[in-house]
């Protein structure tokens, strides 16, 4: 079946514009979750979205990053005022709930801020 | 200190020989753990995951649980040139939450 989807693979943007990035999990998968991951570094938890409960926010690193998750499947990962050091590769997964809840990685979008 | 420990390497191993990557976590509540392998440029994929105490096989690979000690550890027999990557642990949070906590990472160097 299809993994999880992400578009776009590469953006280009001027630092002050806002940017939107989508990720579709795997059909089922009620969890999904956003990470971004700087040149180098590890993954760095974004946000957590369960079924129709309230998501986990506490990665966001800053009030212009916010997401939402429409009808439980598509979900988008909103950037506003985009600054350099926002330039990274943001992975969305998904995995199945219950556990044990192996999670599933999209191939990523990498954003570049100039 | 840091939820989920990792040596981040690199491991250099010969070709053929076992590659050993050992992972560390605090939350003694913690219920399950992950592999997964990073190849450069490349998002992560799962090898595999525990959740008992003790040994899983699955092919080449050996994960390893032991949560008295709070580590788990990754085994890779006959190493090949292919499995040069970077090795994430991941651990899966206590009180059954969904949120899993990833550490940096091993980078291994298999050389032929």
């Known amino acids: 079946g299809a993994g999880v989807s992400q578009s776009p693979s590469n953006k280009v ?10 990720c579709d999990p795997i059909s089922g998968h009620t969890a999904l979750y956003w990470y971004r991951q700087s ?6 938890f974004l946000i957590y979205f369960q079924g129709n409960s309230a998501p986990d926010k506490s990665g966001l690193p800053s009030d212009r990053f916010s997401a939402e998750r429409t009808g439980g499947s598509v979900s988008t990962l909103t950037i506003q005022r985009t600054q350099q050091e926002d330039s990274a590769v943001y992975l969305c997964a998904s995995s ?3 556990g044990p809840y192996e999670q599933y990685f999209g191939p990523g979008t990498r954003l570049t801020v100039t | 200190q840091k939820e989920v420990e990792q040596n981040s390497g690199p491991l250099s191993v010969p070709e053929g020989a076992i590659a050993s990557l050992n ?15 990073q190849y450069s440029g490349k998002s992560p994929e799962l090898i595999m995951f525990i959740y008992s105490n003790g040994d899983k096989e699955d092919g080449r690979f050996t994960a390893q649980l032991n949560k008295a000690s709070q580590y788990v550890s990754l085994l890779i027999r006959d190493s090949q040139p292919s499995d040069s990557a970077t090795y994430l ?9 969904q949120k899993v906590t990833f550490g940096t990472g091993t980078k291994l160097q298999v050389i032929p």
């Open chain 1, 13 to 22: 943007t001027e630092k002050g514009k806002d940017v939107e990035l989508r």
């Open chain 1, 39 to 44: 040149l180098g570094q590890g993954l760095e």
């Open chain 1, 96 to 98: 199945l709930v219950p």
């Open chain 2, 23 to 37: 992972c560390t976590y605090s939350d003694r509540g913690s219920q399950s753990f992950f592999w997964y392998r």
């Open chain 2, 89 to 97: 642990c991941a651990v899966n949070g206590s009180g059954g939450y």
